[in-house]
């Protein structure tokens, strides 16, 4: 179907489900376990109800904002997501390009199919590009692959805390790809978010196998990434209140609130829930550094909900995936023109000129199911 008949996140989704190979759609649809997680984070949106105010100045209404100081035309960035050219021969890139013309900032995945210096060369002047970490045990390799980047002129470190093991992700296993590996005996397969890692499917069900630092810390990892960088340091994976204290404690200068889509841990707390549980409980936080969520956003409403819970952004991993899947780069900047004008309406219906104007008393939640 031709790009302008798309109208949703969701609809330009069921196109790139319909053109995925079987493999690439088990690797970006699948989260562990029974999933839970995963659509807990998109029905955890449907929780909250807004409070919108009336009689309010929108006739200019400005969406726009800063991450890390870096200008956003939308409260809203692409999340570290792996292997893009699974679904698109140019992968990454696409995703770089529709950033360019949306104006919104991609965090690139240390998984990526595309080279980091591709990667780099592919971004428009001025445009501002951030870094997903994945540690390495090896602390010297680790500060190599930050030097590289930081040279590259990425402007954020994203590290990931919450993908120290592979979750057990049972549709990306369960396949064609899979019983060839049985019958042969041994198979390595790139299908961990980390493909430096080494995935080994032997049939024994030993599961996967990962060599990221299972021995992170606050008192050691923090102090030794700033040692190593002057970029601003985000913790990606911050899945409940007390770690999202410690993170602030730690001096870091922002979290993603995530659950990796539901990939790790299944029965994690769904994001949202740990934002609206964290703007209660610690207020403070939020003055304290900046704090942002993914997970199961796919509505300019839901990325709204979390901007009143006290969110700078909200970012989004597979819809960006699906849409460079679909129509390359046109599909990135459609998805972003359909969040600026899905976020540009609900401002104006709740009262909010802008970002700052959404604030908590905007949304509630509530305890029945909705219909
Ligand atoms: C991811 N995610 C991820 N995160 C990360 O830190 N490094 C990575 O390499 C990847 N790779 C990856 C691959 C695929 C296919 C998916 C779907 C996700 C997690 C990602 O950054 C983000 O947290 C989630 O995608 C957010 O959930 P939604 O928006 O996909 O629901």
Redesign the pocket.
């Known amino acids: 179907p031709p790009l302008g008949r798309m109208l949703s996140l969701d609809d330009i989704e069921a196109v790139a489900l319909k053109v995925l190979s079987h493999k690439a759609m088990a690797?970006?649809s699948s989260a562990s376990d029974d999933e839970q997680t995963?659509h807990g984070?998109?029905r955890g949106f449907t929780r909250f109800f807004f409070n919108p105010r009336v009689m309010r100045e929108v006739r200019q209404t400005d969406a726009s904002t800063r991450i890390l100081g870096y200008r956003s035309s939308l409260p809203v960035f692409v999340?570290?997501?792996?292997?893009a050219k699974l679904g698109h021969p140019l992968g990454e890139v696409n995703i770089t390009r529709g950033c360019a013309k949306g104006g919104i900032i991609q965090v690139l995945?240390?998984?990526a199919s595309s080279s980091y210096s591709e990667i780099a060369e592919a971004a428009a002047p001025g445009q501002t590009l951030f870094f997903?970490l994945?540690k390495s045990a090896d602390d010297s390799a680790a500060e190599k692959r930050v030097k590289e980047i930081e040279a590259l002129g990425f402007k954020a470190i994203?590290l990931?805390v919450d993908?120290i093991t592979g979750g057990k992700r049972e549709r990306d296993v369960r396949g064609p790809w899979y019983l060839e590996a049985l019958e042969t005996g041994k198979e390595t397969y790139h299908n961990d978010?980390?493909p430096l890692l080494e995935v080994s499917v032997d049939g024994t069900g030993g599961g996967l196998v990962s060599n990221d630092d299972q021995n992170m810390t606050w008192e050691k990892t923090i102090p030794w990434l700033r040692r190593v960088t002057k970029l601003p340091i985000v913790i990606?994976?911050i899945q409940c209140v007390d770690d999202a204290v410690l993170a602030a404690q730690a001096g870091v200068d922002a979290i993603l609130i995530?659950n990796?889509?539901g990939?790790q841990l299944d029965y994690s707390m769904p994001s949202i829930e740990v934002l609206y549980r964290l703007r209660r409980r610690h207020p403070e936080v939020f003055e304290k550094m900046e704090v942002y969520v993914?997970?199961?956003?796919r509505r300019g409403t839901d990325v709204l909900k979390a901007l009143c819970l006290g969110a700078t952004s909200v970012?989004?991993?597979?819809?960006f995936?699906y849409a460079q899947t679909a129509y390359a780069e046109h599909g990135v900047a459609k998805a972003i023109s359909i969040l600026e004008s899905e976020i540009t309406k609900g401002m104006k219906f709740l009262g909010a000129a802008s970002v700052k104007d959404l604030v908590p008393d905007m949304v509630e939640r509530v305890d029945w199911q909705p219909v």
């Open positions: 690797y970006y995963h984070n998109i999340s570290a997501a792996g292997l995945s240390s998984n997903q994945y994203f990931t993908a978010d980390d990606k994976g995530s990796h889509g990939r993914d997970g199961g956003a970012g989004m991993g597979r819809p995936l």
